[in-house]
């Protein structure tokens, strides 16, 4: 059965960087591209952009541009997102997700990282 | 401020039918699909229907939704002390060229 397992909580102080990794099983890894979203108290579920699995293209929305970083391996079916410069409007939990057919037809979700920044 | 709007929170008794709206504009519900998805506590969210009214296998027929417009609805009958959770609806932006997240809804089974 398709999974993507994410990896655990993470406290950071401000300026640092940190990966959250999404590993995926199930299906082959390269066939879909791999979608990130954010979720924070104030902003709700907001959408980050999506890696080409197959090319490794990456497309950042709006926001989401220079400190952000989608990455992949792909020996081990694993989606990365690096988050450098870490604001305290960082924290949030970070979600990966597939979507096979549409943009926004999100289908398996990994279960969320929790990525906390503070001094 | 979401692109999409919701109402923040919905109740409803159990057996009850309760409905979430959700607005949005031309560039997203207007000209594409819609997506509603429910998260539980401490979750992931989970789809719910797809492609306006389309629902996954595994998702109860109590569950639908609806899409007029530049304005969408999920439907929720026969509520369930389990359907109390969070719902978001999602659509493609074509000026934005992503897919918009409503605020959600918080739903309460009183």
Redesign the interface.
């Known amino acids: 059965q398709v999974q993507l397992v994410q990896s655990g909580s993470e406290l950071k102080k401000p300026g640092a960087s940190v990966k959250v990794s999404c590993k995926a099983s199930g299906y082959t890894f390269t066939t879909y591209p791999m979608n990130w979203v954010r979720q924070t108290p104030g902003?709700?579920?907001?959408?980050m952009?999506w890696i080409n699995t197959n090319t490794r293209n990456p497309t950042y929305?709006?926001g989401f541009t220079g400190r952000f970083v989608f990455s992949l391996d792909t020996s081990v079916s694993t989606t990365y997102l690096e988050i450098s410069s870490l604001k305290a409007e960082d924290t949030a939990v970070y979600?990966c997700?597939r979507a096979p057919q549409?943009?926004?037809?999100?289908?398996y979700?990994?279960?969320?990282t929790l990525v906390t920044v503070s001094s | 401020q979401s692109v999409l709007t919701q109402p923040p929170s919905a109740s409803g008794t159990p057996g009850q039918r309760v409905t979430i709206s959700c607005s949005g504009s031309s560039s997203n519900i207007g000209s594409n699909y819609v997506y509603w998805y429910q998260q539980l506590p401490g979750t992931a969210p989970k789809v719910l229907i797809y492609r306006n009214n389309q629902r996954p296998s595994g998702v109860p027929d109590r569950f639908s939704g609806s899409k007029s417009g530049t304005s969408a609805s999920l439907a929720i009958s026969g509520l369930r002390s389990e359907d109390e959770a969070d719902y978001y609806c999602v659509a493609w932006d074509d000026t934005l060229s992503g897919p918009v997240f409503g605020g959600g809804t918080k739903l309460t089974v009183l």
Request: net charge negative.
């Open positions: 902003q709700g579920l907001e959408w952009g929305a709006q979600f997700a549409l943009p926004g037809e999100f289908d979700w990994g279960q969320g």
